[in-house]
C-alpha cells in the first residue's frame, strides 16, 4: 500500500484548504483511513477518519476529534481510492503536518497511531 497526501500550503486564519491522499493497493473490503497531524514539539494526533464497510454493498462511517469538529470533514472518493480533507475556519492551532495513514478491518481505535500500518510522507499545513 502507498500513501502519497497533496494539498497542503499556507492560509491565513478563517481561511480553507483540501488535502488529498492518494492510495494504491487498497485491496481490503473493510478499511480504515485517518488524517492525523503533528505540530512542532507535539505528539501526533488523530484529526478525523473514514471507515468503509461492507454488508452487501460499501457504506462509510466518520470520526473526528472534538478540536476539527464542525470544521473539517473526512470523505472517500472509493472509484479513485482517494481520501479527502475538507479544513474549514482554520486556526493557527492547526498548524502542523498532516498525514494519510490506513489499514484493514475496523476504526474502532481510529486515533490511535500505532495501529496504522500504512502512512504517507506528510504535508505540511501552515494558518
Known amino acids: 500500500v502507498q500513501l502519497v497526501e497533496s494539498g497542503g500550503g499556507s492560509v491565513q486564519t478563517g481561511g480553507s484548504l483540501r488535502l488529498s491522499c492518494a492510495a494504491s493497493g487498497m485491496t481490503y473490503r473493510r478499511s480504515c483511513m485517518g488524517w492525523f497531524r503533528q505540530a512542532p514539539g507535539k505528539e501526533r494526533e488523530g484529526v478525523a477518519a473514514i471507515y468503509t464497510g461492507y454488508n452487501g454493498f460499501s457504506y462509510h462511517s466518520t470520526y473526528y476529534a472534538d478540536s476539527v469538529k464542525g470544521r473539517f470533514t473526512v470523505s472517500q472518493d472509493s472509484a479513485k481510492n482517494t481520501l479527502h480533507l475538507e479544513m474549514n475556519s482554520l486556526k493557527p492551532k492547526d498548524t502542523a503536518i498532516y498525514f494519510c495513514?490506513?489499514?484493514?478491518?475496523?476504526?474502532?481505535?481510529?486515533?490511535?497511531?500505532?495501529?496504522?500500518?500504512?502512512w504517507g510522507q506528510g504535508t505540511q499545513v501552515t494558518v
Open positions: 495513514a490506513a489499514k484493514a478491518g475496523d476504526c474502532y481505535r481510529w486515533a490511535e497511531e500505532r495501529d496504522f500500518g500504512y
